[in-house]
């Protein structure tokens, strides 16, 4: 019987550590090294920022974590503490993780304190991401909702909501505009 109550616990033990972890795929095993992000992002945020890469897509595994990484460096190169969206999100439907939860990134100029940035890899001005992508995503925004990362009201915006910028594409834009959560006029509504 101790052995059954035993299974038991660390069954839960392990789920629970799962959903804490909300199945994203940690930076130190998709790029061999730890983030080197520290500013601690305050949370429960409230504003999700949608993106893309303007990459290639990617749909294997190595591939997304090579653009991951290429992403990583090329951030570094330009002078950032490091990798600057919060997530990225392959073709795969695997979630990386990037300045995650926890700390702020550099992902949207004048927002970066207060929200995430959540990348999809590809180009989306006149495609969809992958069914598996926008299925990763629904299950991260609710992941974050239930470990209290984001706010039961919080609002998703476009990139091209608050930069001058085309991400995250013109096609992902208009499916992201039917979900909840969708605010529109997002900058004169955020500032």
């Given amino acids: 019987m101790r052995a059954i109550i035993y299974i038991v616990l660390i069954v839960k033990i392990t789920v629970a550590a799962s959903d804490a972890t909300c199945d994203v795929v940690p930076i130190t095993q998709w790029s061999g090294s730890p983030l080197k992000r520290e500013e601690i992002l305050p949370g429960p945020v409230n504003i999700v920022v949608i993106q893309h890469t303007a990459t290639p897509e990617c749909s294997d595994d190595e591939k997304c974590e090579r653009i ?91 990139h091209s909501q608050l930069s001058n910028t085309v991400s995250p594409g013109e096609m992902l834009r208009h499916q992201v505009e039917m979900w909840p959560h969708w605010l529109n006029h997002a900058k004169e509504m955020l500032d």
């Fill in 68 to 158: 991951a990484s290429a992403i990583r460096d090329d951030h570094r190169l330009r002078g950032f503490t490091d990798i600057g969206n919060s997530f990225l999100i392959g073709g795969t439907g695997k979630v990386y993780e990037g300045a995650g939860w926890k700390y702020v990134g550099a992902h949207t100029r004048g927002y970066n304190r207060r929200a995430i940035g959540i990348t999809f890899v590809g180009d989306f001005r006149n495609c969809l991401p992958s069914p598996l992508a926008i299925k990763a995503l629904r299950k991260l925004l609710s992941c974050g909702v239930e470990n209290r990362y984001l706010t039961d009201g919080y609002h998703m915006v476009a």
